[in-house]
């Protein structure tokens, strides 16, 4: 989501609930009311039935369509065509490290690259884009993040997996990138490299009451600056962890756009 929707989103303001259906008054008798439940079913059946068929399809159909339009319309004019490649993705893909796989309407990202006999596999989702840089305080205004110099970037979780073609298993790494810097969270070693790297449901069950490793924390910290220097020279580093989350923002940008056209379509027709 935008930071520039986030904002519209916040300064709308609160409407009051419509009631879907009005009280009438009901004349009484002997301090009963004359109308039955039954004939008031009835009328209101008809109510429905009636307008139902008048409009065709729906009565709301063509006011919501206006303002998917306008929402529409309005997410073109602020973020641009879907078509232009924004320069922090031409800059990334210049340097030619790191191959991009995402599949349109999904929320994962794949990076991946070879580092000697290495293949690293880098997992990211659009799911886990927040505010993290403009923050909503309790009157809905925007703070504005005093030392904002990197651009935009949010708290994501990443898992990183690293295999060798010579070795039976591989090494799986829970991240969060925060700040433009990667936390790592813990270190698994899988035994079966198709176990710890097969994105399946079978693959997810094996995983499941395995030894994940002790919390990265805990280790020793002459051997926790040992990983981040082993991360760091793979590329793990402070560059691509301010192009995650801007490519995270990018890509949730554009799958919006695309849903707010198919569920347009879908209503118009």
Same mark, same amino acid.
């Given at each position: 989501?935008?930071? @520039? ?7 709308? %303001? ?6 879907? *259906? ?32 008048? /409009?065709?399809?729906?009565? !709301?159909?063509?006011? $919501?369509?206006?303002? +998917?339009?306008?929402? $529409? ?8 065509? $879907? ?5 922090? +993705?031409?800059? /990334? ?56 110099? !990197?651009?935009?970037?949010? %708290? ?6 690293? !295999?060798?073609?010579?070795? %039976?298993? *591989? ?15 813990? @270190? ?10 097969? $994105? ?11 030894? @994940?490793?002790?919390? /990265? ?26 192009? @995650? %989350? ?24």
């Amino acid at each position: 989501m935008s930071a @520039i929707r986030a904002i519209r989103q916040v300064a709308v %303001p609160l409407v009051a609930r419509r009631t879907l *259906c009005t009280a009438t008054a009901v004349p009484r008798v002997g301090g009963m009311r004359v109308a039955s439940l039954a004939s008031s079913r009835v009328i209101a059946s008809r109510g429905f039935m009636s307008s139902a068929k008048r /409009f065709g399809e729906g009565s !709301t159909d063509v006011t $919501l369509s206006q303002k +998917l339009q306008e929402e $529409l319309n309005y997410e073109k004019e602020t973020g641009g065509s $879907l078509e232009d490649v924004p320069q922090f +993705l031409k800059d /990334f893909k210049s340097h030619d490290v790191w191959t991009i796989e995402e599949t349109p309407s999904h929320d994962e990202v794949t990076l991946s690259r070879k580092f000697g006999n290495e293949s690293l596999r880098l997992i990211f989702s659009t799911g886990d884009v927040q505010q993290a840089e403009d923050e909503f305080n309790e009157d809905g205004e925007v703070a504005e993040n005093e030392d904002d110099d !990197t651009g935009s970037l949010y %708290p994501l979780r990443a898992s990183l997996t690293l !295999t060798k073609p010579n070795v %039976p298993g *591989c090494l799986n790494l829970d991240l969060m990138i925060q700040d433009g810097s990667f936390v790592v969270d813990n @270190i698994s070693y899988y035994d079966d490299a198709k176990v710890g790297t097969e $994105l399946t449901a079978e693959a997810d069950w094996k995983r499941r009451g395995l030894y @994940i490793g002790p919390q /990265f924390d805990t280790l020793d910290v002459a051997v926790q600056d040992e990983f981040d220097h082993f991360l760091q020279e793979r590329g793990i580093d402070s560059s691509l962890g301010q192009f @995650i %989350p801007q490519y995270a923002e990018y890509k949730e940008q554009r799958e919006y756009v695309n849903w707010l056209g198919k569920v347009k379509s879908f209503i118009d027709n």
